[in-house]
């Protein structure tokens, strides 16, 4: 009878989950994201984000895989340029220097924006 229902999908990550990610690949950025000739092999990348994974699932609601920690952290990226680019091109409503997201260093965020010091 498994078979006839439907599929439930997860539930959403809650903020200790996205601050434990944000956390970790931060920590392991280099080695996931770097390019040219000292860049990591698959495995090395896989290994992190299995410890990753290791990190996340003991505050998540539920057990999450490592591709659905890639999928948060690609639309955390995504949900954050569109931030800056409504900032930095007048589109709506400007957000505070707080709500421009989680992943932008203090160099990187607009001169309004930025906070002081």
């Keep these: 009878m498994a078979e006839d229902s439907p599929k439930r999908r997860k539930a959403n ?12 690949v931060l920590k392991h950025e280099q080695l996931l994201f770097a390019a040219g000739p000292g860049r990591a092999s698959p495995g090395q990348k896989r290994k992190v984000w299995e410890l990753i994974r290791h990190k996340v699932n003991p505050v998540a609601a539920c057990p999450r ?14 949900r954050d340029r569109s931030k800056l680019c409504r900032l ?3 589109c709506g409503p400007p ?15 607009p001169p309004a924006a930025a906070p002081p010091g």
């Design 13 to 24: 990550f809650n903020e200790a989950e996205t601050e434990v990610l944000i956390e970790q």
């Design 65 to 78: 895989d490592v591709e659905d920690l890639k999928k948060r952290w690609r639309d955390l990226k995504r």
């Design 88 to 90: 930095s091109q007048g």
């Design 95 to 109: 957000a505070p220097a707080a709500a421009l997201g989680l992943l932008l260093a203090p160099e990187e965020m």
